[in-house]
């Protein structure tokens, strides 16, 4: 009987065997496309080492080399033609989904159909609900999500007059989850504790899934799929049920006996999920609104700077004086909104951005071309710190681009900032991840005095692969605000 270790070694050389030759082929395919690192059967694996451990380093070498072009990178997902320069941009920006798909790499990278249960991208219409339905529900509905930030802070960071350590990355997930979550389930759910734990975890599971599942080649993905998911995500896919079956299956049957309109429908996820026009009969399912409403939740998780504290606050306590705790409130917070821009070019989640497969041959506006079936992505974290698009782009500079013109706001996308993508696959939840942010900013710096534990500078980031994870040891010490 075979072993794990075994299992694991034969998995490794079966998936190096299958890269490899997936290697040869590509390569011949790109001839014209230059190659940053290795590109030899064995050296590259050197190349693609170097970008699982420090991304960002990889990121700027290349783009310093090759700015404004076309390059390959090979990663242990193959090939990848990264483009830059801003034209290169807009023709990505540009480019209709059956020519350069978004959704076809992002079911390849989370093997959405074993790891989530999704069986493809022709209707995956909970994306068009959040861009819409739950993005003009924030202003009607930020009350809520105010009183939940009140809740929480009462939960999770008491109001003490000594100094308070709180681990950051922990408690922060948390109470995201719960300020996101009483928008879109409301109460009681959002509180409950399980269902916290499980929209913090479900995403760690399915990137653990697509991770092993990415290990084989095509021919065996259908039997690890299934066999890896039974173990990771369908045990969450479980506790989703049964935390949200009651509610969801009631929401169904009051749908089916009254219609649409019946007398207090809830103003909520489930609710704007069976209103859009796109969901057919088989999908009105408790296993189905289940699933959509977790990888929602998936898009919904994801320094002190002492001397920056006083302006934010002056800036808060004159417009939240004005408007109160409001969604109108928060977009007036220029200087914050400024402050977050930059905290997102400088310390992004991704090193890579505009994740693409072509479904066709493609032709840039520069000539380059790509075959069918290449993937292609922006080097991010490089653009965001090229001196050519930004002046000191290096340097932390919160208040030097003040959104007084569209463009410059946190969640306005441009070719030379790239945190939330760009076109039509633009992050449809970064209206709801701005409000949140913002709220629990403000109501932390008017409440609360902060500062690291230790002192001393930002926790440094840990990289793995593409994705950056803040500290995960990082403590923030928390005491009721004291008078200047």
Not at 318 to 328: C, D, F, Q, S, Y
């Amino acid at each position: 009987m075979f072993e794990i270790p075994h299992l694991a070694y034969y998995a490794f050389i079966t998936w190096v065997l299958y890269l490899s030759g997936k290697h040869i082929n590509r390569l011949r395919e790109l001839p014209d496309i230059p190659t940053y690192g290795y590109s030899g059967f064995f050296t590259c694996w050197k190349t693609a080492f170097d970008g699982l451990y420090d991304s960002p380093k990889l990121m700027l070498q290349s783009y310093d080399k090759y700015r404004g072009a076309a390059f390959k990178v090979w990663t242990f997902s193959g090939w990848v033609v990264m483009v830059s320069g801003r034209d290169m941009v807009e023709d990505v920006r540009k480019a209709p989904m059956n020519q350069l798909n978004f959704n076809r790499i992002v079911e390849e990278q989370l093997q959405t159909k074993y790891t989530m249960g999704l069986k493809g991208s022709e209707n995956i219409y909970q994306i068009d609900v959040v861009r819409t339905t739950l993005t003009r529900n924030i202003g009607v509905r930020f009350d809520e999500m105010y009183d939940e930030v009140l809740a929480c802070f009462e939960d999770y960071i008491p109001t003490t007059e000594e100094w308070l350590p709180i681990p950051a990355l922990e408690t922060s997930m948390q109470i995201v989850s719960r300020v996101a979550n009483r928008l879109m389930v409301g109460l009681p759910i959002c509180r409950i504790p399980e269902y916290i734990d499980l929209n913090i975890h479900f995403t760690v599971d399915v990137f653990k899934a697509a991770v092993i599942i990415n290990l084989f080649p095509s021919f065996l993905k259908p039997i690890v799929g299934r066999t890896v998911s039974q173990l990771l995500t369908r045990p969450a896919m479980r506790r989703g049920r049964k935390i949200l079956g009651s509610v969801i299956s009631e929401r169904l049957k009051r749908e089916a006996e009254e219609g649409k309109d019946w007398p207090g429908r809830p103003n909520d996820l489930i609710s704007w999920l069976l209103d859009h026009d796109q969901i057919t009969e088989n999908e009105k399912t408790v296993e189905d609104i289940t699933m959509r409403i977790l990888t929602i939740n998936i898009a919904a998780e994801h320094t002190s700077h002492q001397e920056l504290i006083a302006p934010l606050r002056e800036e808060m306590e004159r417009v939240i004086g004005a408007e109160g705790w409001t969604k109108k409130a928060m977009s007036s917070l220029y200087q914050l909104d400024s402050f977050m821009k930059e905290s997102q070019r400088l310390f992004g989640l991704s090193s890579l951005a505009l994740s693409r497969k072509a479904l066709v041959p493609f032709r840039f506006s520069n000539g380059v071309t790509i075959p069918a079936g290449t993937n292609i992505g922006a080097p991010a974290v490089a653009i965001h710190l090229d001196d050519l698009n930004y002046n000191q782009a290096t340097a932390f500079q919160p208040f030097s681009k003040q959104p007084g013109f569209v463009g410059e706001h946190m969640v306005s996308p441009k070719p030379e900032y790239l945190a939330f993508g760009i076109g039509k696959h633009v992050c449809p939840g970064r209206f709801l991840a701005e409000a949140t942010i913002k709220l629990l900013i403000t109501y932390t710096l008017l409440n609360f005095d902060i500062k690291l534990e230790g002192g001393g500078e930002r926790p440094k980031n840990m990289w793995v692969g593409h994705n950056m994870m803040p500290s995960v040891k990082a403590k923030v010490l928390f005491r009721k605000r004291q008078q200047e």
